[in-house]
């Protein structure tokens, strides 16, 4: 019942804000459009369409809000009037009361806020769909005044958001029922995925952890500042980190003021995002410009600011290699290569013929290659891409929305710094890079002595678990689990060695046809 009752109230605001024009006007029903001008009570249309949309996905909740921010940096597929006002879905969501912020902190702390920090200043400086930001001063363990940014978290937020996902889980029901698509596209299981990263965003303590692990990730890398977490400040409902001084990315004019290079930022943007992916597998999964800022400090002048670290994606190695792998061959225009890996990973039905997959992918892909950014509709090679997936059958996989999520966002914030930047070429260098950093020697040497305590504690035991197998014979219904680990640890092994000996050999023979040209040279 509650589920229906919610789902009242999304077709009531939807009418109240007048979105019909919006929604209903893409169907051939002109008696829908009639249908909901009588049913609508208190309907006003005197705000522009960009206003009502906003303020209805506020009314909606934080789910429908943090669509409209991802809508927001999609400039592409949005009037300039409707990207406009989803843009102060990002950092101006209405605030809470500071008394409650206040009051979730002393609760949290069990001692009154004064008594808590050394300064907390009651007017927020931020509100989102989650949370609200204050500023404050604390005093570390070293007695070191430090200002900080305080993050509170908004009250009532579980009951909303379990409503909504309720919703959409019953939604993705009716779709995979009444779909020819719908078991393809897995709409429960990409649900699943939003419930898990929703309910994770809840906990601030799990967001620190997040933002400390990113922030030991970056360390090296001198392309973004992480801010620090100060561990005896921060609870489930309380984070409290090092307060970070920037301008928002989508202030463009004031960075070229500042002198900042942004074709180098977009560039650096781009690097930052793949190694993020590529390298690290832990990726910043909610980069809309309100929650991304450059320094404009003489030691970090030109660097990315991260915020926000309440949602973040994570892949396996499989995940990496199998993308890696993708984006290489598209890079390279190898679309066999690309059908192949499809069928390789079960993406499509292992009966597809390569070369129409090839050819399919080819004639989507093609047309953009060599083309600026902003020649791109990536909302278009989507819609195609889309199609030739319905034809081929293509399961979506529901662990990689974030990082398709992700990617909507780059590209939308790639557009707004620098319109002429080149995703693709960009891209190149680094991802050939991170593909021989895995199937070099220096991989090979890395995987043999990471595995080489393992191998050290098995290989002992070997006469004795081959004897054990040998006496039960053949017959023998279950081999020993201990035998079918140290028999698939072998079997690894020999390939390490024959990966190292191959990899000696070859070496030895390129550096002996080397000589041999400096004495045919020399002489």
Request: aromatic share 10%.
């Amino acid at each position: 019942m509650s589920r229906l009752l919610r789902g009242a109230y999304i077709v009531w605001v939807v009418l109240r804000y007048g979105l019909d024009e919006l929604v209903l006007s893409s169907f051939d029903k002109p008696w829908l459009l009639r249908l909901a001008r009588i049913v609508s009570v208190g309907r006003n249309l005197e705000a522009p369409r960009g206003q009502r949309l906003r303020e209805a996905l506020e009314r909606l909740g934080p789910i429908f809000v943090k669509f409209g921010q991802v809508l927001s940096t999609r400039r592409d597929l949005l009037p300039a009037d409707l990207a406009d006002e989803l843009a102060r879905l990002q950092d101006r969501v209405p605030p809470f009361d500071s008394s409650v912020a206040v009051a979730t902190i002393e609760r949290a702390f069990r001692r009154p806020v004064d008594e808590v920090f050394v300064r907390f200043e009651r007017e927020p400086v931020a509100s989102a769909s989650i949370a609200q930001v204050h500023f404050g001063l604390i005093r570390d363990r070293d007695g070191q005044e430090r200002e900080v940014a305080v993050k509170v978290l908004r009250p009532g937020m579980l009951p909303v958001i379990d409503k909504d996902l309720g919703l959409m889980r019953m939604m993705a029901g009716w779709v995979e029922g009444l779909s020819a698509d719908g078991k393809r596209l897995k709409p429960r299981e990409v649900v699943a995925e939003f419930d898990k990263y929703l309910h994770d965003e809840l906990d601030l303590v799990r967001e620190a952890s997040n933002a400390a692990q990113l922030r030991r990730n970056m360390a090296g890398l001198d392309l973004v500042l992480i801010p620090e977490i100060f561990w005896d400040f921060c609870h489930p409902e309380v984070m409290v980190m090092e307060r970070m001084h920037g301008v928002p990315i989508n202030q463009v004019d004031r960075l070229r003021e500042a002198g900042v290079d942004i074709p180098k930022l977009a560039r650096d943007g781009v690097t930052l995002f793949f190694t993020q992916v590529f390298r690290d597998g832990f990726f910043h999964a909610d980069m809309h410009p309100g929650n991304i800022q450059v320094s404009l400090a003489g030691d970090s002048f030109g660097r990315y600011i991260s915020l926000d670290f309440g949602i973040v994606g994570t892949l396996t190695e499989f995940d990496k290699e199998y993308l890696a792998q993708n984006f290489t061959a598209f890079f390279r225009r190898d679309y066999k290569r690309v059908a192949e890996l499809h069928i390789e990973s079960g993406w499509v039905p292992p009966e597809t013929r390569v070369d129409e997959l090839e050819a399919a992918i080819r004639s989507v892909c093609e047309p953009y290659f060599d083309r600026p950014l902003k020649e791109i509709s990536l909302g278009m090679v989507l819609m195609r891409l889309f199609q030739t997936s319905r034809r081929f059958q293509v399961e979506i996989q529901p662990q990689l929305v974030l990082l398709q999520k992700t990617l909507l966002n780059i590209e939308g914030l790639g557009r707004q710094l620098d319109p002429e930047l080149d995703l693709w070429s960009t891209a190149k260098p680094f991802l050939e890079k991170w593909m021989l950093d895995q199937i070099g020697p220096k991989r090979l040497f890395q995987q043999l002595r990471d595995e080489f305590p393992r191998y050290a504690q098995l290989l002992p035991e070997m006469p004795r678990l081959l004897a054990t197998y040998l006496q039960r014979g053949a017959g023998a219904r279950a081999p020993d689990k201990a035998l079918e680990l140290l028999l698939a640890e072998q079997r690894r092994t020999n390939r390490l060695l024959q990966a190292l000996i191959y990899g000696g050999v070859g070496f030895l023979l390129g550096l002996l046809a080397f000589q041999w040209l400096i004495r045919v040279r020399l002489f």
